[in-house]
């Protein structure tokens, strides 16, 4: 089957580095998204991992570990904008029609940044 | 200005009636979605359709329905078989194979 585990809730410091983690299991694994919603609001787009390693942008990272079955955003510099959810997702190409596959989301990590 | 757009923002809906999400991209996207969250769960998916004039059910699609007439619009239907229809709708559009970007969604209470 396919599931996808992150912490429902995390709490860091304006200034600080936080880490959310994400872990996935997936047998046609094609792809991993994080996604960042405000309350009431859409989620937008923030990173796509689909090789190991690191993407950096700006602020944001996201790593993945294909091997394990792991991912994690990491935030630098936190700002009181940062207070969101963060929605890990994973593209399995066996998930539905078509050759790219559906996304499958986890029930993502509400970060609130502390003054 | 490109981008998806949604409507209405908030929806009221007397048990018994149906009602019809709006969804309109003008992206050029093949591919559009709607999903479905409740809080404390992730997005779920109801619909999705590759092409125009092609859909197929998501995970939970019974009580919904779609259309894809036209490769702007994908409008969900709500219909009073949907047990427990109040939740926050998002629909999504992406590229072939690509990113899916999402509308702003709509609120839809069952009165």
């Known amino acids: 089957g396919q599931n996808i585990d992150q912490p429902t809730e995390m709490t860091a410091t304006e200034g600080a580095i936080v880490q959310i983690n994400c872990t996935y299991q997936?047998?046609?694994?094609?792809?991993l998204f994080w996604y960042q919603q405000h309350a009431g609001e859409a989620p937008t787009f923030l990173s796509y991992?689909?090789?190991?390693g690191l993407e950096e942008k700006g602020r944001f990272s996201s790593f993945l570990s294909r091997s394990k079955g792991y991912s994690y955003l990491l935030l630098k510099e936190l700002q009181m904008k940062d207070s969101a959810s963060y929605l890990c997702a994973v593209r399995d190409r066996r998930n539905y029609g078509g050759s790219q596959g559906n996304l499958i989301f986890g029930k993502g990590t509400k970060l609130s940044v502390k003054p | 200005d490109g981008g998806i757009t949604q409507s209405p923002k908030y929806l009221f809906r007397k048990e018994g009636q149906n009602v019809t999400l709006s969804c309109e991209q003008n992206?050029?996207?093949?591919?559009m979605y709607w999903y479905r969250q409740d809080p404390g769960q992730g997005l779920r998916l109801i619909y999705y359709s590759q092409i125009v004039n092609d859909f197929q059910k998501g995970d939970i699609a019974e009580g919904y329905s779609v259309s894809r007439e036209k490769k702007e619009s994908f409008p969900l239907t709500v219909t009073s078989a949907q047990k427990n229809p109040t939740a926050f709708y998002l629909c999504?559009?992406?590229?072939?194979?690509?990113?899916?970007?999402f509308g702003p969604g709509t609120r839809l209470t069952v009165l």
């Open positions: 999504a559009s992406s590229g072939t194979g690509d990113t899916q970007y």
């Open positions: 997936t047998s046609g694994f094609n792809g």
């Open positions: 992206l050029n996207h093949d591919a």
């Open positions: 991992n689909v090789l190991d």
